[in-house]
């Protein structure tokens, strides 16, 4: 199998391929359209904020490739922020592949001060820590349990929609993964997320499209 990691400014890309390491699975870290475009699947990481995010892949013309493949993509953190339409962090165009707005946790008060354990009715933004997942509806959570837990860096996060295949629950309910045709995203970092995360990368090593 031929595994192409998108090379861009913004992807945490020495993480992903440890992990894939502890899979025992290779993969060749590229920006090159046609090794992309080749790949039987492709892994498009993200760190850090979407405007310049975007900027980046613009440069080679990376977001225009995005759009075109054809075999299973799966976008992590910024990444799946990336393949949806719009973000609220710096008024960011998106890719658009998923008709989904992303938007920032908002810190005012959701719940009465003590009604919510552990948040005391404000949030701390960003999330940082480990949280669970839950609704999984895709063959990416094969054998995974409901509200296993999972690894989070982030202050926006994609609306719950029909294109959610999981959620998290942090002040509200949202989309810690979707799925639009061959696009998969994950808000949260399987890399990080120990055995759980492992798994879900296998999975998505193992889909077919």
């Not at 480990?130 to 296993?148: A, E, G, M, R, V």
């Not at 029909?162 to 993964?177: D, P």
Request: charge should be neutral; proline fraction near 4%.
């Amino acid at each position: 199998m031929k595994l192409a990691i998108i090379k861009y400014n913004a992807g945490n890309i020495q993480s992903v391929l440890n992990a894939l390491e502890r899979l025992g699975v290779n993969a060749e870290v590229t920006d090159n359209a046609e090794k992309i475009r080749s790949a039987d699947k492709v892994i498009f990481p993200g760190v850090g904020e979407a405007s310049s995010a975007m900027r980046s892949l613009k440069e080679n013309d990376l977001d225009k490739i995005i759009k075109e493949l054809k075999q299973p993509v799966l976008g992590i953190c910024v990444g799946m922020q990336l393949l949806c339409e719009h973000s609220e962090e710096n008024d960011t165009e998106c890719l658009g592949i998923v008709p989904v707005k992303v938007k920032r946790f908002p810190t005012s008060p959701l719940y009465p001060v003590g009604g919510r354990e552990g948040q005391g009715g404000r949030l701390k933004v960003p999330q940082v820590g480990w949280n669970t997942i839950f609704h999984l509806q895709s063959p990416l959570f094969k054998n995974i349990p409901d509200k296993s837990y999972i690894y989070n860096v982030h202050s926006y996060y994609a609306e719950d929609s029909q294109y959610t295949i999981a959620k998290c629950e942090y002040g509200l309910e949202y989309a810690a993964a979707i799925k639009k045709d061959n696009f998969y995203g994950v808000q949260f970092h399987t890399e990080k997320s120990a055995e759980i995360g492992d798994k879900i990368i296998k999975n998505f090593l193992e889909l077919v499209q």
